[in-house]
């Protein structure tokens, strides 16, 4: 669709490379990462990437109309033409595959709901719902996400102990434990404490190692920390992080996440 454009227009001066890092890179990140990773998983599989045009192509489309209006480029009549209707087709419509003598057009999803990303340099935004479908079309037709991760409804609607134990993949196992909390969890399953120490570099706090449940079908340990600093609400949260089996102690564990061992870590004054 801005393939032309791009041709003719790309250049690495140091404006292009001001209006990438303001609008490319934070569009992209936000359209092709998030929302179109969760449409895509509502739809049969392809094997060609993405074969259609529509909001994920957003980031182009600002960062030419950026360029052109900074008057940083002067554009060829067809190339503003392009332009023009690339943006009205963007903010009207879905995603849609044009054809020779026909053009399928898509509705836009009702429901949208989004979360800034952590340390975020430009604004970039991810998907995330915690009580619903984080993207929703007219059909029914949804997908979960939290914090940016696709999950299946029962992680948000209903996560419970058996149903994690049943979940082989990390990452929907580690949302569906945050959902109900890291502290029931290991509660409520059961799990068996190795060892626990006062966490040197995070004063008040404690580390904590506990055994992984066999149904999960792989040989690692729990180690249960609380961030080292805030989250956007004040508190500070508590979570874990899997660690190799081999450690049988919790100075060690938190040493081994950072690369370093456990005589090193007892010496951190603070973490974060």
């Not at 030419?64 to 903010?91: K, N, P």
């Not at 149904?215 to 805030?230: C, F, K, M, P």
Request: with cysteine; net charge negative.
């Amino acid at each position: 669709m801005n393939a032309a454009i791009e041709r003719r227009y790309w250049s690495h001066d140091r404006a292009h490379d001001l209006v990438r890092q303001a609008i490319w890179d934070p569009l992209r990140t936000s359209l092709i990462d998030g929302v179109a990773t969760a449409v895509k998983s509502l739809l049969p599989p392809v094997t060609m990437g993405v074969p259609w045009y529509g909001q994920q192509e957003a980031h182009r489309v600002a960062f030419f109309d950026v360029y052109r209006s900074s008057g940083c480029v002067s554009m060829w009549t067809q190339d503003h033409e392009l332009l023009d209707a690339s943006a009205a087709l963007i903010v009207s419509t879905g995603w849609w595959w044009a054809f020779d003598d026909v053009c399928i057009m898509s509705e836009r999803p009702t429901v949208l709901h989004t979360e800034p990303m952590p340390g975020s340099p430009q604004g970039e935004r991810r998907l995330h719902r915690d009580d619903g479908p984080a993207l929703e079309f007219a059909d029914g037709s949804a997908a979960f996400v939290l914090g940016g991760a696709i999950v299946p409804e029962w992680v948000v609607r209903d996560p419970s102990v058996d149903r994690i134990a049943a979940e082989r993949n990390v990452e929907v196992r580690r949302c569906a434990i945050e959902r109900i909390g890291w502290d029931t969890y290991i509660e409520a399953s059961g799990l068996d404490l190795i060892d626990a120490t006062d966490d040197p570099g995070n004063a008040g706090c404690s580390l904590e190692l506990y055994t992984t449940p066999d149904a999960w079908g792989r040989r690692s340990r729990i180690l249960l920390v609380t961030n080292g600093s805030e989250e956007r609400d004040g508190r500070r949260r508590r979570y874990g992080l899997y660690v190799p089996y081999w450690l049988s102690t919790a100075m060690n564990a938190a040493g081994w996440t950072y690369g370093i061992d456990g005589d090193d870590y007892a010496r951190l004054l603070r973490r974060t």
